[in-house]
C-alpha cells in the first residue's frame, strides 16, 4: 500500500470515526458557553470591583472566583470526555482538615486559578473564530450536497437578492448539479478533518490551562 493510499484512507476514515462527530459538537458549543463565561465574569468582576468600596463587592468577588473555578473545571472535564485529552487535576493534593483560610491562600497560589480565569475569557473569541470557520463549512457542504433539489430555484435568488454575474458557477443542469453533490461529498471528510485539528488545539489548550503540572513545578 503506497503512501497515497494511506492519505486518501486517513481523509475518508474521519466520517467513520464517532471521535470526529464528538470535536464537531465540543466546537460548536464554544462559542455559546465562551459568550456565557465572558459576560458572566465581565459583569461579575465590575460588578464586584465596583463594589468593594461599601464591603459589598467582597463576597459578589468571592462568588465569582468560586463560579470561575467551577467553570474551569466543567472546561476539563469536557476535554476529557470530548476530546479524550488527558488533562491532570488542577490542584495538588492538600490536607483536608486545614483551615478555610488556609485553603483560600491555597486557591489564590494555585496557578490554575488564574490560568482558568485567562482560559475562560479566551474561550469566546477562540471559540468565535472556531465557529465562523465551522458553519462556513458546514454550510457549504449542505448547499452543494443539496444541489440536485435547489438549483432551479438560483434564478430566483440571483433575481431577487444578487445581481446577474454574482454567481461564481451558475448551475443549469441536473448533470452539474450531480457534480455540485460529489464536490460536496469531498468538502464533508474535509471539514471533519479541519474539525479535528480545531478540536486537537483546544485540547492542548485545555491541558496547558486547567491543570497543574504534573512534574510538580
Not at 486517513?10 to 466520517?15: G, I, L
Not at 463576597?59 to 476535554?79: D, H, N, S, T, Y
Not at 440571483?158 to 452539474?176: K, M, R, T, Y
Amino acid at each position: 500500500m503506497n503512501n497515497s493510499t494511506l492519505v486518501l484512507g486517513r481523509f475518508f476514515k474521519v466520517m467513520g470515526s464517532g471521535q470526529s462527530y464528538l470535536n464537531l459538537l465540543y466546537l460548536l458549543a464554544a462559542f455559546p458557553l465562551g459568550l456565557f463565561y465572558f459576560c458572566f465574569l465581565v459583569c461579575g468582576l465590575s460588578l464586584g470591583v465596583s463594589l468593594t468600596i461599601v464591603w459589598v463587592g467582597l463576597p459578589i468577588l468571592l462568588l465569582v472566583g468560586a463560579g470561575w473555578w467551577l467553570l474551569a473545571g466543567f472546561e476539563r472535564l469536557m476535554a476529557i470526555h470530548l476530546l479524550k485529552e488527558d488533562v491532570p487535576t488542577m490542584k495538588r493534593p492538600s490536607n483536608e482538615s486545614a483551615g478555610i483560610w488556609t485553603r483560600f491562600t491555597g486557591y489564590l497560589a494555585n496557578p490554575v486559578t488564574w490560568k482558568g480565569l485567562l482560559y475562560l475569557l479566551v474561550k469566546f473569541p477562540l471559540g468565535m473564530v472556531t465557529f465562523v470557520i465551522l458553519v462556513i463549512l458546514i454550510a457549504l457542504t449542505v448547499a452543494f450536497v443539496s444541489l440536485p433539489f435547489t438549483y432551479q430555484s438560483q434564478q430566483f435568488f440571483q433575481d431577487g437578492f444578487l445581481h446577474a454575474g454574482q454567481f461564481v458557477w451558475q448551475i443549469d443542469s441536473l448533470g452539474e448539479a450531480l457534480l455540485g453533490t460529489l464536490i460536496g461529498l469531498l468538502l464533508w471528510p474535509l471539514s471533519l478533518n479541519i474539525s479535528n485539528g480545531l478540536a486537537w488545539l483546544h485540547a492542548k489548550f485545555a491541558r496547558l490551562m486547567l491543570s497543574i503540572d504534573p512534574s510538580g513545578k
